[in-house]
């Protein structure tokens, strides 16, 4: 990988719900799109894997298959091997927050991935702060959304 099209993401969102309903919400990846808004689609191929459309601020919409490496609720990992316009992975961690009672959650986000798209690597160098810029975006637009949506009654979940 080349250091220009290579990345690594790192996002810590803060929820106000309990660890078991903020992974339950994570793991359906299928949802997303219900309140996530830059998550445009999510088409299942089977149980384990589905092509998500993404398109935050920049008019570019990345195509990625995501196939899951790791389910754990119990540890609170959820892992996927990303294929398509990026190649890597990405991961979520979800526990309870400290000093919240029980109540919170911390969640991390991490994602390393390499562009494999030719446009967005023909623009890796004089673009690559606005793709920072619009991965950061896109996780706090996904975590004020997934606030909102926890803090609806359970059964509208």
């Known amino acids: 990988m080349d250091r220009w099209n290579r990345y690594r993401f790192r996002s810590v969102w803060d929820l106000d719900a309990p660890p078991a309903r903020v992974y ?3 793991e ?3 949802d997303y ?3 996530w808004p830059q998550v ?3 088409e299942q191929i089977d149980g384990h894997s589905g092509t998500l459309h993404i398109r935050s601020v920049l008019p570019y919409e990345l195509r990625m298959t995501a196939t899951e490496l790791l389910r754990d609720p119990r540890r609170g990992l959820l892992e996927a091997a990303l294929h398509g316009d990026v190649e890597g992975w990405a991961r979520w961690t979800v526990r309870a927050r400290r000093g919240a ?3 919170g959650t ?3 986000y991490e994602q390393e991935v390499e562009v494999c798209s030719p446009l967005l690597r023909r ?3 004089p673009a690559r702060p606005a793709f920072r810029l619009n ?3 896109m996780m706090r637009a996904g975590r004020h959304a997934l606030a909102a949506r926890l803090a609806a009654p359970p059964e509208a979940v």
Do not use: D, M
């Open 135 to 137: 991965h950061a975006l």
């Open 24 to 26: 339950c919400a994570l």
């Open 40 to 42: 445009r689609a999510v």
């Open 28 to 30: 359906r990846t299928g």
């Open 123 to 125: 623009l890796a160098v």
């Open 101 to 103: 009672g029980g109540r």
């Open 33 to 35: 799109p219900r309140w």
């Open 106 to 108: 911390r969640v991390l």
